[in-house]
């Protein structure tokens, strides 16, 4: 199979079809060197719109979430603990705010650190995944076995929210 750049219409659909669904993809990332190293996808959670209260847009509109209410296929950014820059792509149509928390790739678990391993930034809030020249996602054809588990550090949003089962996961790609 070629390898090609997932585009916008991947990421236009809700966000429990398209998390799953980035499990053993590629997220590609063009470095200041020109350099395009690529890692496989291996876990994501999905938070989906203002009824879900572990969903930053729960608390409504603001500068921080505007982009969740864009068009799928944007990054949404932001800082926790005044340290770690969290990654996570827009999901669903315009005004139904919606995304995918990138949490792990294959050899680098945690949010946290993969970010700091492709030198994620605020720079990247609002980038368009579908035309960004150092930041994407490619098909690999790989046909993972995914596992559901709940949501991590969600406790905040109440027992209904924090147990969702929309933590994805595989530790098994063929």
């Known amino acids: 199979m070629a390898i090609a750049r997932i585009g916008t219409d991947f990421f236009s659909r809700d966000v429990l079809i398209v998390a799953p669904e980035l499990i053993g ?3 590609c990332r063009r ?3 020109g350099f395009v190293e690529s890692y496989i996808i291996t876990e994501v959670e999905a938070y989906r719109g203002t009824d ?10 603001t500068p921080r979430t505007e982009v969740m209410f864009g068009e799928g296929g944007h990054i949404y950014v932001y800082l ?8 996570n792509f827009v999901t669903g149509q315009k005004n139904d705010p919606q995304a995918v928390l990138i949490r ?3 050899g680098c678990n945690g949010p946290g650190k993969l970010t700091r391993l492709l ?3 605020k720079s990247f809030y609002g980038e368009d995944l579908s035309a960004s020249s150092r930041i994407w996602v490619e098909e690999t054809g790989l046909s993972p076995i995914i596992e559901t588990n709940p949501r991590i550090g969600v406790d905040y949003a109440g027992a209904e ?3 969702k089962p929309w933590r994805f ?3 098994y790609i063929k």
């Open 52 to 61: 879900d209260l572990a969903c930053h847009a729960s608390k409504g509109r």
């Open 25 to 27: 993809k590629n997220l």
């Open 161 to 163: 929210w924090a147990s």
């Open 31 to 33: 470095g200041n060197t």
């Open 119 to 121: 030198g994620i930034d």
């Open 169 to 171: 996961t595989t530790h």
């Open 80 to 87: 926790i603990y005044g340290m770690y820059w969290m990654l």
């Open 104 to 106: 792990g790739l294959k």
